[in-house]
């Protein structure tokens, strides 16, 4: 005998999902006996605790016999089964869950595990890690009330719950619910006009391919993204200094505007980088996974905080993609999910190999023209750059490895600042530091002329940790060679020999070495840390003579300090020295001498085009990859079994990587493919979720087995497969076929009985209702006050700010605001300066997260603190004086229309009579009060009818038509 | 999770749950009563929408109505105020000895550090016969209400991290605070004000800022409002110029009246919700400036606090702080920024800055608690005095050299002191002890996950079971790792 499954016991939910009630079906696992070992067993039988041996995660495990040796499960015989067993005993020192841990299960609950053993203990996979299927839209008995198949999954579900849809919303509701769904601003009153005069279905689609068409869609979509992105201008951690990243929002407004496909898009923000022949667009996508915090406070550690944003960058990824919160599996198996502690590292590894290193310059940067119509032109030039650059290091690492370099014997080591001693090490002489180092130090390596050299043609200097094999994965502090300079002594005394160049052991080093030659600059070195042991090799001007019995002299300047208290020295070293031809004539090698002229050219056309900078994604030069490691219960510093190969979790479908090597493209192909079961999902159930207030699936965070169901599966998993298929990954035309719907474009008013039967929407049986989001708060009131401009992209702006809240930690951080009038004041919300620590106080009180980290949802409050904004904000309070002029100047009549037109001007809506009276007796109220009170209407306005319109202009921007859409 | 824990869960994550509380309220009583009599389940407080801030009852008898939290930003040493090491004294100007520096790792000191002695003379007080510097001489004659913990410890050594992990029970952004926990949990007893209330001197802001009184993954009408000294004690409490109070009045009266009406075509529950709101909006523009006037305060009260109207200043805030604990706010938390003694600095150094910083709040605090005191509210009300972590027995040297004219010590996460007085807590008792150099913690370790315990216990919770569902987790203040109540300290 079946019995209701575990929800059906919830007053609210028995109404709810009385559909699901089948009294004959077979036990589904994922539907019903998941959520009941969720509930009961797995926080001690599970993927963190194993307590006795035994989990319940995988059927292997939950098949096999535990410490007592009895089998768990017996599939067919729930008799012999040791979980019933000890589910059924009546000895408290037996029965499971230990009555400590919790009650007796319910009967029902062990009807439906003793019929789920009976039949065979199938294991399901959860719903959404199994592929979604396009189902049949189902038949409907109010055949003319669906637009689309939308509505019929809808409505069958509200007609076997004995609702019905509400009526049609009002037609100008519904253009303002539209207008401010997909362009977050409200429809002005000569939009609403014309769509009013034209009742047609025609006009409607009309309108809607016009708001799609908008340039305004982009930037209200790339706000929600934002969120996603954990987008800031700020850095986040410790000093919160400003980080230029406002190309990457450009992009994705760009990106929403044009539309393009969510697989597209989705590759080029994870991987936009790798992309063969990868537009400059693509590059600045990839600062999605840059807007990780940085810290540069002083004494901080570069590789504690990297490897942060590495773990970060993987947990956002699978939040905003894949709707699963893979974070848990850092420290210890999935608790619930059948995703293994050993998969996060292999899934880490694809992070783990960018260059980026919580730098304090937030290196690597791209350089991007300030107007992106020269973008192919910049990128065509960095690219120029690089391929010769490429080609240089190709052919400087061939003569390296024909060089035979000399060793010194004898070698003497001394430092001013730092002790040195010189160690052998594999038969080679090296200088090690003694001690405490010193910044700034400089290290004099003396040493004779090695046999049989009598010329020197190339100096080799190398910088090692002093332990490579815990470097590679657990990097020391780094070191630079601030400046270089040597000397040959000989029976005539001491020489100094000018030197001519210092090439890096990589292409693309972050910083000029050369700057090593003159001291000027931070020149070549490891910079921050150092994963194993790096060199370069110094050319002098000329080849130096070196007579019989001379010595050598090199001086290595060592680097300064960095965050204020880590000295960039090297505390391990080789030098050596070498007379190869080849270094000799290679400065002036004409295709050495051509490449170095072209990347000058380059940089020289560079620097005639405005541009800004953009961190992004660049991969390590694969000679210094990092060996990944697991962190034992997630500890950095704490470093378990290494990772062979980066990878994805076993439950889903495979990795198809390009070689054997797998690499974040891959990563990202995998992600934006129609077989992975979540992408289209959780894409899906976000647009969703925007329109209609809850999602499909009521936790958009958790698709996993500790998430909600969806509401409707077959609905959800029908325009996942579409989406992905014949709508070819279009959001536009997505959101097109919801608006469309009769769904969505039901009045939204709610009698008390439907409050009572689903106070939550979840049926749909009347259109969504909701408060304007933290942007749209602003830009809402700007456009109704008439003040809004309207351009597209560029740096961050400052509108007005509450007094007394900018006080950032850096004082040379200013927030300057445009005076009154000017343009830069009125822009959108979605340019507003983002700083994580001191957010925008109007955004954070209307529920806007600090985007220090990926947030997947607003929780919408409804506090004190949002009235006292939006009635004493100065922001809000020049929008209501906007508001005034539109009546007393922008509108003809008398003060009826006037403050019909105002109220309209903010709802949308026509005045009813009775509201009408209403302001007009405030408004007469105030105009006399201001009469008799000059020196108080001075403070507002010049005229008594002015300070008036402006008080009520506040009342109509506080109203809750005007807050909601 | 059970089924009663369940259903509350998936209630709570429902931002409609509020219907279903109104229409349902007896069975959710009874629920909620079934769950109070079940020992094992989480407690998850249940708040009536409309007036989310209403007070409600803790799981068991609480000893602390309210907390008053004194956090000195950046990290006050220890070893010049509270934990007295002569053996330091002898040491002092000598090479550190190398089994301290052995696999250590420093935020700033460099080379081989010199041993620092204690700066200050020491004296013992009150029957307790409590040590406490010469730098705190007022608070000295309070020896005998001081509960200190001279064995605090934490994993962070930044400060950022560190604040974070001491305020909302993890080192990463994005987690409730300890009031937002309380206030939640709790309620507020003065639906005037806001239940957690933030202020801060020094001249500064702590690095992390507002998510230090954030309310993480709980509904936002938890988190802290921070009041200022300067302008509006409350982010636009004051009306607009022009605006007076009776013309306020007249709008929100219309503004009330049409939103009725919208509630009336729209039957919207938020609408109602929002009305409420606003009205609630319109008396904390008078209860907060009100609450945080201190003009009206007698001479001796300025004169014990070390008061100047006007003025930002610590003692303004802990004279706040009274008035606000008066006035029912369940959570007051004062911050003071400039505690960072690195010895890099004048304004900074223990001989010079440091010296200053303690002058500025030994009389404000231990006025402060004669206020209490006399008030008969310090049975009542839990004060909480300490940093993010503590300071090594080592002089910071920074880059090398010797002779710095400025004293100075580093980080030192392995042990530090916190103090507690009031409400709950044995008065003049020590707790915990650190090595004879006051490095680390050789009894009774105390971590910042048990100091969470401690204090949501004596707020009439079991922190172990104190949760609210989020990403899959129970999430708690005290965290994932195992945490215990410090029941020695319990009175």
């Known amino acids: ?965 | 999770m059970n089924l009663l824990q369940h259903l509350r869960a998936e209630d709570l994550k429902h931002l409609t749950r509020r219907h279903f509380l109104r229409d349902c309220t007896t069975g959710l009583g009874g629920m909620w009563l079934v769950s109070q009599a079940m020992g094992s389940v989480a407690s998850t407080p249940v708040h009536d929408p409309s007036s989310p801030l209403a007070s409600l009852p803790p799981t068991f008898a609480p000893k602390a109505k309210r907390v008053i939290y004194l956090h000195m930003v950046g990290a006050p040493s220890q070893l010049e105020l509270f934990d007295y090491k002569p053996t330091l004294a002898k040491y002092d100007g000598k090479d550190c000895p190398a089994e301290f520096l052995e696999g250590q790792r420093f935020a700033f000191i460099q080379g081989t550090p010199k041993i620092l002695g204690p700066q200050f003379d020491f004296s013992q007080h009150g029957q307790s016969g409590a040590w406490i510097s010469d730098r705190f001489p007022r608070l000295g004659a309070h020896a005998d209400k001081l509960c200190i913990i001279k064995s605090m410890q934490t994993d962070q050594f930044n400060h950022g991290p560190a604040q974070l992990l001491v305020h909302t029970g993890n080192q990463n952004l994005g987690y409730p605070s300890m009031g937002s926990w309380a206030t939640w949990g709790l309620g507020t007893d003065n639906q005037n004000l806001p239940g957690f209330m933030v202020l801060i001197s020094g001249g500064r802001v702590p690095r992390v800022g507002a998510s230090l009184w954030g309310s993480g993954f709980l509904p936002s009408v938890y988190q802290g409002v921070q009041c200022r000294s300067t302008g509006d004690p409350v982010l636009n409490a004051a009306n607009p110029p022009g605006v007076t109070r009776d013309i306020r009045r007249a709008a929100l009266d219309s503004l009330q009246k049409l939103n009725r009406r919208t509630l009336d075509d729209f039957g919207d529950p938020e609408t109602l919700t929002r009305i409420s709101q606003y009205e609630m909006a319109f008396r904390m523009q008078i209860s907060v400036p009100e609450v945080m006037s201190i003009k009206e305060e007698p001479a001796h009260i300025h004169e014990m606090y070390g008061t100047r109207p006007g003025k930002e200043s610590f003692a303004n805030n802990c004279l706040l702080a009274r008035r606000l604990a008066e006035n029912g706010v369940r959570f007051i938390q004062l911050f003071d920024w400039g505690w960072d003694s690195h010895g890099s600095n004048k304004g900074e150094a223990i001989n010079h800055g440091f010296k200053n910083k303690c002058d500025a709040v030994d009389r404000p605090i231990s006025a402060l608690l004669t206020d209490l005191e006399q008030r008969g509210m310090l049975d009542e009300t839990l004060v909480v005095w300490g940093g993010e972590f503590g300071r090594t027995p080592m002089q910071e040297n920074r880059g090398g050299g010797s002779g710095n004219a400025f004293v100075g010590r580093d980080h030192n996460p392995n042990a530090f002191t916190l103090w507690m007085a009031g409400a709950g807590v044995k008065p003049g008792i020590s707790y915990g002890e650190t090595d004879e150099m006051g490095y680390n913690v050789v009894s009774n370790p105390v971590q910042v996950r048990d100091f969470h315990a401690t204090l949501l216990h004596l707020l009439g919770f079991d922190a172990k079971k104190l949760s609210f569902p989020f990403q899959g987790l129970d999430q708690k203040l005290i965290g994932v790792k195992p945490a215990k109540v410090v029941k020695d300290i319990l009175a």
Request: proline residues 8%; glycine residues 6%; hydrophobic residues 35%.
């Open chain 1, 1 to 965: 005998m079946r019995r209701p499954s575990l929800k059906t016991h919830h007053c609210l939910v028995l109404l709810a999902f009385p559909a699901s009630l089948d009294l004959s079906a077979k036990v589904d696992f994922s539907e019903e006996v998941r959520p009941i070992l969720n509930a009961h067993c797995t926080a001690c039988h599970g993927g963190v605790k194993e307590a006795g041996d035994v989990s319940f995660i995988y059927r292997e495990k939950a098949l096999g016999k535990g410490d007592s040796g009895k089998p768990v499960i017996v599939p067919g015989d729930p008799d012999a089964s040791e979980m019933m067993a000890r589910i059924l005993s009546s000895d408290p020192d037996e029965v499971m869950p230990k009555p400590e841990h919790g009650p007796p299960l319910p009967q029902a609950e062990i009807d439906t595990l003793r019929q789920w053993i009976t039949e065979g203990a199938e294991w399901g996979e959860h719903w959404s890690f199994t592929p979604p299927k396009i189902h049949p839209a189902p038949d409907v008995q109010q055949t003319d009330w669906p637009r689309n198949d939308i509505d019929r999954f809808v409505l069958a579900k509200l007609e076997a719950n004995q609702l019905a849809p509400s009526g049609p919303a009002d037609r100008a509701a519904l253009l303002r619910r539209a207008s401010l769904d997909l362009i977050g601003l409200p429809p002005t009153i000569n939009e609403l006009d014309a769509f009013l005069i034209n009742p047609s279905e025609e006009a409607y689609e009309a309108e809607i391919d016009r708001l799609l068409a908008s340039p305004r869609f982009g930037e209200r979509w790339a706000s929600v993204w934002m969120d996603l992105a954990r987008y800031a201008d700020s850095e986040g951690l410790g000093i919160d200094g400003r980080r230029t990243i406002w190309k990457y929002r450009d992009w994705l407004i760009d990106a929403f505007n044009r539309d393009q496909p969510f697989d597209q898009f989705t590759i080029d923000q994870l991987a936009g980088d790798l992309i063969p022949d990868a537009t400059l667009e693509q590059k600045i996508a990839t600062a999605f996974h840059r807007l990780t915090q940085a810290n540069n406070e002083g004494g901080t550690d570069d590789e504690e905080f990297r490897v942060a944003a590495v773990i970060d960058r993987v947990n956002t990824t699978w939040e905003v993609w894949q709707g699963v919160s893979f974070g848990c599996v850092q420290c210890h198996s999935h608790p619930y999910d059948p995703i293994e502690f050993n998969e996060f590292y292999e899934f880490t590894e694809f992070f783990n190999q960018t260059r980026d290193a919580d730098l304090a310059e937030h290196s690597p940067l791209l350089r991007v023209p300030v107007d992106s119509k020269r973008n192919s032109e910049v990128n065509q030039l960095n690219e120029q750059i690089r391929s010769a650059e490429k080609e240089l290091h190709a052919t400087r690492t061939a003569i390296d490895s024909r060089t035979t370099w000399h060793w010194p014997s004898g070698m003497q080591a001394v430092g001013d600042k730092t002790k040195l001693e010189v160690k052998k090490h594999d038969g080679i002489e090296e200088y090690r530091t003694v001690g405490n180092v010193t910044k700034d130090s400089t290290f004099e390596l003396t040493f004779p002329t090695p046999d049989p050299l009598t010329t020197l043609t190339a100096l080799r200097v190398e910088f090692w940790p002093t332990d490579p094999e815990t470097a590679i994965h657990t990097p020391e502090w780094g070191a630079d060679l601030k400046k270089i300079w040597m000397e040959v002594i000989d029976a005539d005394g001491v020489s100094q020999k000018p030197l001519a160049a210092v090439i890096a052991d990589e292409a693309h080093p972050l910083f000029n070495p050369n700057a090593s030659l003159t001291g000027k600059g931070r020149g070549w070195g490891t910079y921050s840390k150092t994963f194993g042991p790096r060199h370069a090799i110094v050319l002098p001007k000329e080849p130096i003579a070196l007579p019989e019995g001379s010595s050598i002299r090199v001086h290595l300047r060592q680097g300064g300090a960095i965050l204020a208290s880590f000295p960039m020295v090297s505390e391990r070293g080789r030098i050596a020295v070498t007379d190869s031809v080849e270094w000799a004539d290679h400065l002036a090698d004409t295709e050495v001498v051509s490449l170095q002229r072209q990347i000058e050219e380059a940089r020289n056309q560079l620097k005639r085009i405005p541009t800004t900078t953009v961190p992004v994604m660049e991969e390590r030069d694969p000679a210094f990859a990092r060996s990944t490691r697991q962190f034992i219960r997630g500890n950095w510093l704490d470093k378990g079994e290494a990772v062979e190969m980066a990878g994805t979790p076993r439950v889903f479908p495979p990795l198809n990587p390009r070689s054997d090597k797998p690499d974040r493209l891959d990563l990202a192909r995998w992600i934006a493919s129609a077989e992975n079961p979540l992408t289209a999902r959780v894409a899906v159930n976000r647009f969703w979720l925007e329109l209609f207030g809850t999602g499909i699936v009521p936790t958009p965070e958790d698709f996993g087995s500790a998430g909600e169901k969806p509401t409707h599966p077959e609905l959800l998993d029908t325009l996942a497969v579409r989406f992905s298929s014949d709508m070819r990954w279009s959001v536009k035309t997505l959101l097109r076929e919801i608006v469309l719907s009769a769904t969505y474009r039901q009045d939204a008013s709610v009698t008390p009985e439907l409050a009572k039967l689903d106070a939550g929407n979840r049926f749909l049986a009347r259109g969504p209702r909701q408060r304007l989001t933290a942007e749209m708060v602003r830009d809402h009131a700007l456009a109704a006050g008439g003040l809004i401009q309207h351009r597209s992209g560029g740096a961050p702006t400052h509108p007005p700010i509450p007094p007394g809240v900018w006080t950032p930690f850096q004082g040379n951080d200013k927030w300057d605001t445009p005076k009154e009038g000017a343009p830069d004041r009125y822009r959108r919300a979605v340019y507003t300066y983002w700083k994580r620590s001191i957010p925008y106080p109007s955004f954070m009180t209307f529920d806007a997260p600090t985007r220090e980290m990926c947030n997947k949802r607003r929780l919408v409050s409804n506090t004190p603190l949002q009235a006292l904004t939006v009635l004493n904000d100065p922001a809000f309070n020049e929008c209501a004086k906007g508001l005034a002029r539109v009546m007393k100047y922008g509108t003809e009549g008398d003060i009826d229309a006037k403050l019909a037109a105002g109220y309209r001007q903010a709802t949308s809506r026509t005045i009813t009579p009775d509201r009408l009276s209403e302001l007009r007796s405030l408004y007469n109220r105030l105009e006399s009060e201001y009469k008799a009170d000059p020196a108080t209407m001075a403070m507002m306005a010049g005229t008594p009818d002015g300070a008036a319109f402006t008080v009520v202009g506040s009342v109509i921007l506080n109203l809750d038509e005007a807050l909601t859409r």
